[in-house]
């Protein structure tokens, strides 16, 4: 049980947008940043953004992030069938020393 | 290109040890924090430990401090995790990841550990 909550599943048709969530706190979201992680079936995680809004070259522009408070969230516009796959959220919990990750949630693309 | 390559996964008894290796390339292995992240069977994701550019600071998730040991060689671009009383739950691939904080920028493709008698 993770302290950074997601959906376990979400879906859309092609075309459509999904919005992911990672729920937490004052003490881990609030106060950290938080990356996003795209993991396809049978491959390693990719990183997607960083420092809750950033993406990393190659990542195209319909991935996006955001935080606010205590939450942050994920947004895929044009879902595409290569987007279904598991997504995390992650942080560095700085008053911890250790790294966190939300428990993921599988996009299916209908 | 940034390229991870993990080594050193197996089938290990329960109490035993095993010692994996990353090897680095394509960046330069010793400006960089390095981490271990595991995935167990249809789980989700796990950071288990990280290093600083020059080793002199580790952190550790609870469930292996006192059992997992985190290190580097800069000289040969490899980062290792040394894994003694092995439990069935580090029954996982474990992957070689580049980055400081959470912006975990480049994963290797994992290796697989199973500690089963």
């Not at chain 1, 950074?4 to 992911?20: D, E, F, R």
């Not at chain 2, 040991?69 to 000289?75: G, L, V």
Request: charged residues 15%; contains cysteine; hydrophobic residues 30%.
């Amino acid at each position: 049980q993770s302290v950074l909550t997601q959906p376990p599943s979400m879906s859309a048709a092609p075309g459509q947008k999904v919005t992911i969530s990672c729920s937490g706190s004052s003490s881990n979201i609030g106060n950290n940043y938080v990356s996003w992680y795209q993991q396809l079936p049978e491959s390693a995680p990719k990183l997607l953004i960083y420092e809750n809004n950033k993406r990393p070259s190659g990542i195209p522009d319909r991935f996006s992030g955001s935080k606010s408070g205590t939450s942050a969230t994920l947004g895929i516009t044009g879902l595409q069938t290569g987007d279904e796959a598991d997504y995390y959220c992650g942080i560095w919990d700085h008053s911890l020393s250790a790294g966190v990750f939300g428990g993921g949630t599988k996009v299916t693309v209908l | 290109e940034v390229q991870l390559v993990e080594s050193g996964g197996g089938l290990v008894q329960p109490g035993g040890s095993l010692r994996l290796s990353c090897a680095a390339s394509g960046f330069t292995f010793s400006t960089y924090w390095m981490n271990w992240v595991r995935q167990a069977p249809g789980k989700g994701l796990e950071w288990v430990a990280n290093i600083k550019q020059d080793g002199s600071e580790k952190y550790y998730v609870d469930s292996v401090k006192g059992r997992f040991t985190i290190s580097r060689d800069n000289a040969k671009n490899s980062l290792y995790l040394q894994m003694n009383s092995l439990r069935a739950e580090d029954t996982a691939v474990y992957y070689c990841v580049k980055g400081y904080g959470s912006s975990w920028s480049h994963w290797g493709q994992g290796t697989l550990v199973t500690v089963s008698s």
